[in-house]
């Protein structure tokens, strides 16, 4: 039985209930870039006793929900520091310490730019994401800061 998962105004994403030899083709990762949510959101369930596997795209399913019931829903087009109480105008630039995943890179770019996403993943395609700052070690003097007894 084939099931149809459309994600929000984005590309179509299909899935089957497989049979116990077969395996998705393509598998289900957070941040895969494959729908246009802001906030790419999956559950994942498995079980080896029970031979099972389960993957949810939570974010594609919020955006139906949100649909019928958008009086529940506060989206604000800036960033909510939490740290400091107080919103943030404009996107961060990267300082991760790993490098930027490329599905946040475009979504980063489109809202930079004000493009539609799928223009921004044609046309940065063959670039790279930002790379990651490995923060500074510190070194404490005379070696290790610790002793063994």
Not at 30 to 59: E, I
Not at 115 to 143: C, M, N, S
Request: with cysteine.
């Amino acid at each position: 039985m084939e099931t149809q998962v459309k994600a929000p105004h984005a590309l179509d994403l299909s899935f089957q209930f497989l049979e116990a030899e077969d395996t998705p083709e393509v598998l289900w990762e957070h941040d895969d870039d494959l729908c246009d949510c802001t906030f790419q959101r999956l559950g994942f369930w498995t079980n080896p006793y029970l031979g099972q596997t389960m993957r949810v795209r939570f974010c594609c399913i919020w955006a139906e929900i949100v649909k019928d019931y958008p009086q529940f829903v506060e989206e604000v087009s800036h960033f909510y520091n939490y740290n400091e109480d107080k919103y943030e105008d404009a996107p961060r630039e990267w300082d991760a310490e790993f490098d930027m995943p490329r599905a946040i890179w475009y979504r980063q770019l489109a809202t930079k730019t004000g493009k539609p996403l799928d223009y921004i993943r044609h046309a940065y395609h063959d670039a790279e994401p930002p790379k990651g700052k490995p923060k500074p070690v510190k070194k404490t003097r005379g070696g290790t800061s610790w002793k063994l007894r």
